[in-house]
Each structure stands twice: as structure tokens, then as C-alpha cells.
């Protein structure tokens, strides 16, 4: 699995023009599942990013605290672009994302884990589908994490 994480004050992603999730504080995480991917894999990079600390403390201390501590929101968008790769010429091969039906049930699993791990609110996109995202990113704060 690849995920984008962008630490943002807000975010959201429609379809055809209708918002369909939105979130305040937190992160946006786009993720792309790769060929391979495990449930354990989700369940990692889930704990991971439930546990950085990207948060100022309130003592002004830098990365001093993570998503929980702060209540924060999580948008989560699939973007199986992730995937793809420019080693051979110039149109980008995406033959390492895995297929739709096994990325899917991954990408509802990482939602489901992130909300077992105690973040409140977790937006997502509609897996598939042509999607518009909007942020105001944080910093900017922006990490590539992979399995």
C-alpha cells in the first residue's frame, strides 16, 4: 500500500459536483493499494498514522501530538495511480495496483481499522469513481508512506 498523507485545516472530495465527505482538522490520505497488499499491511499503515505526531503541543512544541490527541478528522480518497511507475518511457504503468475488487475490499478495511484505532470522524471518497479533492494544506505537511 502507498498513502499520501497531507495535514490540513480542510479537505473534501465530490462526485459529479456533490460533496461527499468534508473534514476540518486532519489529514487527507490518499491511498493506492499495490499488488500483494494484506489486511496487515492496512492494519500497519492505519496504527502508523493514527500514532505520528504532526501536531503542535500546547506549549508550542512541534510534532508533539498525533490525530487522537487533538480530535482530529481524516478524509481518506483512493487513488490507485499511486501505483504507477515511469521506468519505461513516458505513459505511466499501473500494472502493480492491485485489482479493483481486492483494492476495494482493502480500502474499506484501512477505513474500518482507522476507526477502530479511535479517530471519530473518517470521510472517504467512493472507491472508482472520477472524484474532485479540495485542501487547504497545513504547513505544508505532506508524507509518502508505504508498506
Request: glycine share 10%.
Amino acid at each position: 500500500m502507498k498513502v499520501i498523507l497531507q495535514k490540513v485545516t480542510e479537505a473534501s472530495v465530490s462526485v459529479s459536483e456533490e460533496v461527499i465527505g468534508q473534514i476540518e482538522t486532519g489529514y487527507l490520505l490518499f491511498i493506492g493499494v499495490i499488488t500483494g497488499d494484506t489486511s496487515a499491511h492496512a492494519a500497519l499503515l492505519a496504527e502508523k498514522i493514527v500514532k505520528t505526531r504532526l501536531f503542535d503541543g500546547e506549549n508550542g512544541k512541534m510534532n508533539d501530538r498525533s490525530i487522537l490527541d487533538i480530535g482530529g478528522e481524516i478524509l481518506v480518497v483512493s487513488q490507485f495511480t499511486l501505483a504507477g511507475t515511469l521506468q519505461k518511457g513516458n505513459r505511466p504503468d499501473y500494472s502493480g495496483a492491485a485489482a479493483p475488487d481486492d483494492a476495494k475490499v482493502l480500502y474499506e478495511y484501512f477505513i474500518k481499522k482507522l476507526k477502530e484505532l479511535g479517530v471519530e470522524t473518517v470521510e472517504a471518497g467512493v472507491f472508482g469513481a472520477y472524484m474532485d479533492v479540495s485542501l487547504k494544506n497545513d504547513g505544508p505537511v505532506t508524507l509518502i508512506l508505504d508498506r
